[in-house]
């Protein structure tokens, strides 16, 4: 499966943004979704996962009570909508997918990339 991350931007602290992660086939709803962030200079890390069934999610601390995962899947596409952004929130942020009914937490779980979108959260 192909995924297309859009919706990054440059945004003020405080602000919102929703990204998205649209994905090249129907069977999109049988993977669990990601997505990760790369800060400048640090590794690759773990923001929020939703199931293939959207029945379940989970959020790094650093995010939780911020951003909100959904996915609706007759569109083939899953949300991270983001908001009170915070300058540490700037990264560039990658979704990913993985052929599997539950939660995916880490890197490792993911077969599928997609290309990464910038957000930058200005101070």
């Known amino acids: 499966v192909q995924l297309q991350a859009s919706g990054g931007g440059l945004v003020q602290a405080g602000g919102s943004l929703r990204l998205a992660c649209a994905a090249s086939?129907?069977?999109?709803?049988?993977?669990?979704v990601g997505w990760f962030r790369q800060p400048p200079g640090q590794e690759r890390e773990f923001v929020a996962a939703?199931?293939?069934?959207?029945?379940?999610?989970h959020y790094a601390d650093p995010v939780k009570g911020r951003f909100t995962i959904s996915r609706d899947n007759a569109k083939n596409t899953v949300y991270l909508q983001m908001s009170s952004l915070k300058p540490e929130d700037t990264a560039v942020y990658y979704c990913a997918a993985a052929k599997m009914s539950g939660l995916a937490l880490v890197a490792s779980d993911y077969e599928h990339w997609g290309q990464g979108t910038q957000v930058t959260v200005s101070s």
């Open positions: 939703i199931r293939s069934s959207g029945t379940l999610t």
């Open positions: 086939k129907p069977t999109f709803s049988r993977y669990s």
